[in-house]
């Protein structure tokens, strides 16, 4: 079985994930916006990406690819501020057709966000999601940014994997 991973990051933490996934599994990786890759070639997919507000940023990609994606088995790793939970799901469930939902394998992966790193745009829809925020951890995460990356939060995609290699 061949697998290759496609992600999308904007500020490089859903790419630093990938990159991880890449040297412990040796597969490719692409990012979705550099068109040099051809989804035929893989037998099986790990897609990546992160959430920002409130959407999988790698939707549109997703749809389009659908008809070679959904034949196959699918690894999907999202990156996020907020943990595994309903509203995590509630965000896939708006961004991804409920034909890929019900398939992929999800692995939650928690991301960063400094804030010094963000463009000024992103930074005053923060400020301002900040404000409205009801939940106070959420708020100040939102206001100050937060570093979550864990390599070895990679470990259940690392056996998932393994699985489809053995099968
Ligand atoms: C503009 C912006 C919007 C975000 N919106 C959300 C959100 O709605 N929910 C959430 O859990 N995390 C949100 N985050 C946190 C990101 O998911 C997190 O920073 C992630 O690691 C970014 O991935 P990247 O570095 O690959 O771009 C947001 C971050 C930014 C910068």
Not at 97 to 117: C, T, Y
Not at 133 to 158: H, R, T, V
């Amino acid at each position: 079985m061949r697998g290759a991973i496609f992600y999308q990051s904007k500020y490089g933490s859903t790419k630093q994930y990938a990159r991880w996934i890449a040297e412990a599994t040796g597969l490719p990786m692409f990012n979705v916006k550099d068109r040099n890759y051809d989804p035929d070639l893989y037998d099986y997919f790990i897609i990546g990406s992160p959430i920002l507000y409130f959407k999988l940023s790698i939707r549109k990609w997703i749809k389009k690819y659908l008809p070679q994606i959904n034949t196959k088995p699918v690894i999907f790793f999202s990156v996020s501020g907020a943990p595994a939970g309903e509203k995590l799901n509630e965000w896939i469930a708006n961004s991804l057709p409920e034909s890929f939902i019900s398939k992929m394998h999800h692995v939650a992966l928690k991301g960063r966000q400094i804030r010094s790193k963000l463009s000024w745009f992103d930074r005053m829809m923060l400020f301002i999601g900040s404000k409205f925020n009801k939940d106070p951890e959420a708020s100040k995460e939102e206001l100050e940014g937060f570093d979550y990356m864990d390599k070895k939060s990679i470990n259940p995609i690392l056996e998932l994997v393994e699985q489809f290699k053995a099968a």
